[in-house]
């Protein structure tokens, strides 16, 4: 129990002279990465607008018994799904570049258009990323416009109705300055102990009695620095 007392503190005694070096290890490290943070990695927002799926007369009306009402069900997720891979075939996003004349370099900034529905809900949720807030935004209103229209046209019926329109943060989704500001800090501190204890690990010289008396076996009353002194031409 005594060594593993010695042990802890010479960690702490070690942690203690180095805490100047793992400081100002961990502020650079921290500053660059939020200087690269805010400078160099590009913002990406986030718009979204929720549409609704009406229920048609043939899956409401004379629904009398279970069967009818879980055939409707069945009837209704495979409509959402249909609504969710109809998302992903490339003539809405084809018309929506072509209905606002967007250049290659403002397609390129539309970084992704993603459907989702949660299971058993009407509600269908659009959600636009880009690198251009306002762009987006303008996006997701003419993409929600064709998406209806292509649906309507494809299924033969008009079945959603918009419940919002265009909302998002005017903040950034990605990247969060204060999680990477968070992170970064862990993980310097955690690598600036590291280069510490295995410098310590590695050293092979004596820094005090106790490293002198463990080395020889024997209690130590002190000790005599030396000097090496060179001779002239050499």
Do not use: C, H
């Not at 100002?24 to 590009?42: D, E, K, P, Q, R």
């Not at 510490?196 to 620095?225: N, R, T």
């Amino acid at each position: 129990m005594t060594i593993f007392n010695k042990n802890i503190n010479r960690i702490f005694s070690l942690i203690k002279s180095k805490l100047l070096f793992l400081l100002l290890f961990t502020i650079v490290g921290t500053t660059a990465v939020g200087l690269y943070t805010v400078f160099i990695i590009s913002p990406i927002y986030s718009v979204s607008s929720k549409l609704i799926m009406k229920n048609t007369s043939s899956q409401t009306n004379g629904q009398n018994n279970d069967a009818q009402t879980i055939e409707a069900i069945n009837l209704f997720q495979r409509q959402a799904k249909t609504y969710l891979e109809i998302a992903d075939l490339p003539p809405v996003k084809e018309n929506t570049n072509k209905a606002l004349g967007l250049s290659p370099d403002d397609i390129a900034k539309i970084k992704s258009v993603k459907l989702t529905n949660d299971s058993g809900s009407q509600l269908v949720t659009i959600t636009v990323r880009g690198l251009d807030r306002n762009l987006a935004e303008r996006y997701i209103k003419e993409y929600v416009s064709q998406y209806k229209k292509f649906t309507a046209d494809r299924l033969g019926r008009d079945n959603l109705s918009v419940v919002t329109e265009a909302l998002g943060s005017d903040s950034p989704v990605y990247p969060v300055l204060w999680k990477n500001l968070l992170v970064s800090i862990l993980v310097f501190s955690f690598v600036g102990f590291n280069v510490i204890f295995i410098k310590y690990l590695l050293s092979d010289s004596i820094d005090s009695y106790e490293d002198l008396e463990e080395l020889v076996g024997a209690p130590v009353l002190g000790m005599i620095p030396t000097i090496e002194r060179k001779r002239r031409g050499e």
